[in-house]
Structures are given as structure tokens and as C-alpha cells.
């Protein structure tokens, strides 16, 4: 028996508008609480055990209370790892588990050729995107610079290793299984996919730069937002036309190498 070209969430009978909107609201709801609630114990946690390390050391209130103030890099990459990380699988078992089918069908996907030409394609068309949208902010005199470069920047030249990890392998299975699999994937399974591909670009937008708390001007943060929702929805593009949340991994993964390797070459 052959199995069809494309997988995704399991059909089930048209839903109204107003019902598939409110499934998708409850789904980033838990998406950002479990996240925020995660990030707090951990950064509680994190604040505690680097207490204890700064006092051990014979460190002075002041300089306890200063180190505490700010994690550092790895600390911060850490904790949004272990906040989001979690987060993401909670809600893909709790709210979106794939089915039999369903990984035998992503598993025929992943095996065509045409499925790794469209994710070479997306990454490199969001890379250059992305490339753009700088080099216009920059013209314009509002460079936009992302939450995430500092923290990336400290770790390249402190962990490269463990940079390269991150931004390649780990950080494109959690965004990808969060946001295209659950969020895309419920309005999809819905019977609105272009709606699921905005709405899901635009809260992965919000997940990267939150206004007003970025230290943007307003015209670089509704730039990185333009080039987040593009990228948000270039992927869930790449993952309901290859029919394998692969794709999207693979994808978002080479956009992060081609991002760390020009942060390189200009150093930094």
C-alpha cells in the first residue's frame, strides 16, 4: 500500500472559525505560562545555587546582590533552553502527539529528494531575508538587533562548541516542535493553514522580540518582528508542503549555521 506524500495532524471534521481560533489561543496561552513559569524556577533555582557559590568564595553582599542582578550568557541560554525545551514537549504529548501514521508518513517524506531541495531553499531564502532586512535597518539608521546576539555573541567566543550545539541542533527541535507542530499544527488540523502559518509566525515573532523590552528603537523591533513572522511562516510553509516536521527542523537549523558562520567572519 503507498502512502500518501503528505503527513500532518491527524484530519478530523471541519471546525468553525471561532472554535479553531479559540483551541490555538488556549494552546499559546500554555505555550508562554509553562514557559514563564519554568524561567522563573529555574532562575530561582540558578539565583540560589549562585548564591551559595559567591558566598563560598568569600564574596561580599554587594557583589552577591550585583551577581545576581543579570545571569550570565550560559545561564540565560540555559534556562530558555530548560523553560522552552520542557515546554514544548509537555504540549506536543499533551496536546498533539503524532500518530502511527503519521511518523510513517514523515518517514516516506524524509526520504525524498525534494523534501531537502524545499529545505535548502527555505533556509536560504530566510537567510537572506533576514540579510536584507539588517542592511535595510542599517540604511535607515535603525539597525535591528535581536534579543538573542549578545548572549550569542559572549558564548561564541567563550563556548563555541556548546554555541554551535545550541543554535544548530537543539534550538531548531524545540522552536519547530512548539511552534509548527502545536501551534501550526492545531489551526492546520483544523482546516486553516494559512491562518495557522501566520498567527503561528507572528507569536514566534513575539517569542524572539517582545516590544517594548528588547532595547529596540520601535522601527528596528517592527522590522525583527517582519523578519520572525516571515521566517514563522516560511517554516510552517516547509513543514505542510514536505508533509515532515523535519523539513522545518533541518531548515531552521541551516539558517542558524549560516547566521553563526557570518557572525564569525565579521567578528562578531
Same mark, same amino acid.
Given at each position: 500500500?503507498? +502512502?500518501?506524500?503528505?503527513?500532518?495532524?491527524?484530519?478530523?471534521?471541519?471546525?468553525?472559525?471561532?472554535?479553531?481560533?479559540?483551541?490555538?489561543?488556549?494552546?499559546?496561552?500554555?505555550?508562554?505560562?509553562?514557559?514563564?513559569?519554568?524561567?522563573?524556577?529555574?532562575?530561582?533555582?540558578?539565583?540560589?545555587?549562585? %548564591?551559595?557559590? *559567591?558566598?563560598?568564595?568569600?564574596?561580599?553582599?554587594?557583589?552577591?546582590? %550585583?551577581?545576581?542582578?543579570?545571569?550570565?550568557?550560559?545561564?540565560?541560554? *540555559?534556562?530558555? *533552553?530548560?523553560?522552552?525545551?520542557?515546554?514544548?514537549?509537555?504540549?506536543?504529548?499533551?496536546?498533539?502527539?503524532?500518530?502511527?501514521?503519521?511518523?510513517?508518513?514523515?518517514?516516506?517524506?524524509?526520504?525524498?529528494?525534494?523534501?531537502?531541495?524545499?529545505?535548502?531553499? +527555505?533556509?536560504?531564502?530566510?537567510?537572506?531575508?533576514?540579510?536584507?532586512?539588517?542592511?535595510?535597518?542599517?540604511?535607515?539608521?535603525?539597525?535591528?538587533?535581536?534579543?538573542?546576539?549578545?548572549?550569542?555573541?559572549?558564548?561564541?567566543?567563550?563556548?563555541?562548541?556548546?554555541? +554551535?550545539?545550541?543554535?544548530?541542533?537543539?534550538?531548531?527541535?524545540?522552536?519547530?516542535?512548539?511552534?509548527?507542530?502545536?501551534?501550526?499544527?492545531?489551526?492546520?488540523?483544523?482546516?486553516?493553514? *494559512?491562518?495557522?502559518?501566520?498567527?503561528?509566525?507572528? +507569536?514566534?515573532?513575539?517569542?524572539?522580540? %517582545?516590544?517594548?523590552?528588547?532595547?529596540?528603537? %520601535?522601527?528596528?523591533?517592527?522590522?525583527?518582528?517582519?523578519?520572525?513572522?516571515?521566517?514563522?511562516?516560511?517554516?510552517?510553509?516547509?513543514?505542510?508542503?514536505?508533509?515532515?516536521?523535519?523539513?522545518?527542523?533541518?531548515?531552521?537549523?541551516?539558517?542558524?549555521?549560516?547566521?553563526?558562520?557570518?557572525?564569525?567572519?565579521?567578528?562578531?
Amino acid at each position: 500500500m503507498q +502512502v500518501a506524500p503528505e503527513a500532518g495532524p491527524p484530519p478530523v471534521p471541519p471546525m468553525r472559525l471561532r472554535s479553531a481560533l479559540a483551541g490555538f489561543g488556549i494552546d499559546t496561552a500554555l505555550a508562554f505560562a509553562i514557559t514563564f513559569a519554568l524561567m522563573m524556577g529555574a532562575g530561582i533555582v540558578w539565583g540560589i545555587g549562585h %548564591a551559595i557559590q *559567591l558566598a563560598a568564595s568569600g564574596a561580599e553582599e554587594a557583589e552577591i546582590l %550585583a551577581g545576581l542582578a543579570q545571569p550570565g550568557a550560559l545561564a540565560q541560554i *540555559l534556562i530558555a *533552553l530548560f523553560s522552552m525545551g520542557s515546554a514544548a514537549l509537555l504540549l506536543y504529548f499533551w496536546r498533539r502527539p503524532a500518530s502511527a501514521l503519521e511518523r510513517q508518513h514523515s518517514q516516506v517524506a524524509a526520504r525524498r529528494m525534494g523534501t531537502w531541495v524545499a529545505v535548502a531553499g +527555505v533556509a536560504l531564502l530566510t537567510f537572506l531575508s533576514s540579510s536584507v532586512a539588517t542592511w535595510l535597518g542599517e540604511r535607515m539608521g535603525t539597525p535591528p538587533n535581536p534579543s538573542n546576539l549578545a548572549p550569542i555573541q559572549e558564548l561564541t567566543s567563550t563556548t563555541p562548541v556548546f554555541t +554551535v550545539v545550541f543554535a544548530v541542533l537543539l534550538a531548531p527541535l524545540y522552536e519547530e516542535l512548539l511552534f509548527r507542530r502545536v501551534l501550526f499544527g492545531g489551526l492546520w488540523q483544523a482546516g486553516y493553514p *494559512l491562518l495557522g502559518m501566520l498567527l503561528s509566525g507572528l +507569536v514566534f515573532a513575539l517569542a524572539h522580540e %517582545a516590544p517594548g523590552l528588547n532595547g529596540n528603537t %520601535a522601527g528596528a523591533t517592527a522590522l525583527l518582528l517582519a523578519v520572525y513572522t516571515g521566517m514563522g511562516v516560511a517554516f510552517a510553509w516547509l513543514y505542510r508542503r514536505t508533509g515532515t516536521l523535519w523539513a522545518p527542523i533541518a531548515a531552521h537549523a541551516l539558517n542558524n549555521a549560516l547566521a553563526l558562520g557570518v557572525l564569525q567572519l565579521a567578528g562578531g
